[in-house]
T-cell receptor
Framework: AQSVTQLGSHVSVSEGALVLLRCNYS??????LFWYVQYPNQGLQLLLKYTTGATLVKGINGFEAEFKKSETSFHLTKPSAHMSDAAEYFC???????????FGAGTILRVKS | EAQVTQNPRYLITVTGKKLTVTCSQN?????MSWYRQDPGLGLRQIYY???????DKGDVPEGYKVSRKEKRNFPLILESPSPNQTSLYFC?????????????FGDGTRLSIL
C-alpha cells in the first residue's frame, strides 16, 4: 500500500532562510504527488502538484518541489522564508490508477524573526 | 464562488447520539472524500465516492457511514459516536473519478464526543 513519510514533525527556520521540508513516498511506480498547506483554523490549500513531465514543479507563494524517482522523494523548498509561511504542510500521494489519496503526518513550519 | 461547505463547523455531543455532518460542493466534481485529522497522524481517509451511488472505504471507515445520492452532497454519518471519534473532519472534492487532481477542501468540522 502507498505510504508517505514526512521527516520532521516540526521545522524551525529564521526569516529569510531556506525552507526545506522532506517527503518520501513508497511506491515502485511513481505516483501523483502533492503538497498542501494548512493555516490555523482553515482547510488545506494546494501548493503544488506533480503528475508527469518536468521534475521541478513550481507552486504558489514561491515554493517549489523536485520529484526524484531514484530517491522516491518530493521535497518542498523555498529560498527565503517569510513570517507568513508559518503553517502546517502536508505531502500527499495518489497511486496511478488507484482511488485513494494518502497523506503524510504533516510538518509544522515555524518562522523566527 | 467555488467551494466545499461543511456543517456544522463545531459540535459537542455525547456518546451514542447519532449525528450527521453535511458536505456540499458547487463545482460539479465527481470525486468526494472524507478525512479525519489527528495530531501526528496527518489526514486519514474515511470514505470516498467516485460518483453518485458509488462509495468505498478508505483507511479508517469503522464507525462511519456515507451516502452519495446527489452529485453535490456527501454526508458523513456517525450512527453511534464514541469518544475515539473526537477529531477534526474534512470533506474534499476533485474533478474526475480518481484522486489525481487537486482536492478542494472544506473548512473542517471539529467534533467532540463526550
Amino acid at each position: 500500500a502507498q505510504s508517505v513519510t514526512q521527516l520532521g514533525s516540526h521545522v524551525s527556520v529564521s526569516e529569510g532562510a531556506l525552507v526545506l521540508l522532506r517527503c518520501n513516498y513508497s511506491s515502485s511506480v511513481p505516483p501523483y504527488l502533492f503538497w498542501y498547506v494548512q493555516y490555523p483554523n482553515q482547510g488545506l490549500q494546494l501548493l503544488l502538484k506533480y503528475t508527469t513531465g518536468a521534475t521541478l514543479v513550481k507552486g504558489i507563494n514561491g515554493f517549489e518541489a523536485e520529484f526524484k524517482k531514484s530517491e522516491t522523494s518530493f521535497h518542498l523548498t523555498k529560498p527565503s522564508a517569510h513570517m507568513s509561511d508559518a503553517a502546517e504542510y502536508f505531502c500527499a500521494a495518489a497511486g496511478k490508477g488507484g482511488n485513494k489519496l494518502v497523506f503524510g503526518a504533516g510538518t509544522i513550519l515555524r518562522v523566527k524573526s | 464562488e467555488a467551494q466545499v461547505t461543511q456543517n456544522p463547523r463545531y459540535l459537542i455531543t455525547v456518546t451514542g447520539k447519532k449525528l450527521t455532518v453535511t458536505c456540499s460542493q458547487n463545482m460539479n466534481h465527481e470525486y468526494m472524500s472524507w478525512y479525519r485529522q489527528d495530531p501526528g497522524l496527518g489526514l486519514r481517509q474515511i470514505y470516498y465516492s467516485m460518483n453518485v451511488e458509488v462509495t468505498d472505504k478508505g483507511d479508517v471507515p469503522e464507525g462511519y457511514k456515507v451516502s452519495r445520492k446527489e452529485k453535490r452532497n456527501f454526508p458523513l454519518i456517525l450512527e453511534s459516536p464514541s469518544p475515539n471519534q473526537t477529531s477534526l473532519y474534512f470533506c474534499a472534492s476533485s474533478f474526475g473519478r480518481e484522486p489525481n487532481q487537486p482536492q478542494h477542501f472544506g473548512d473542517g468540522t471539529r467534533l467532540s464526543i463526550l
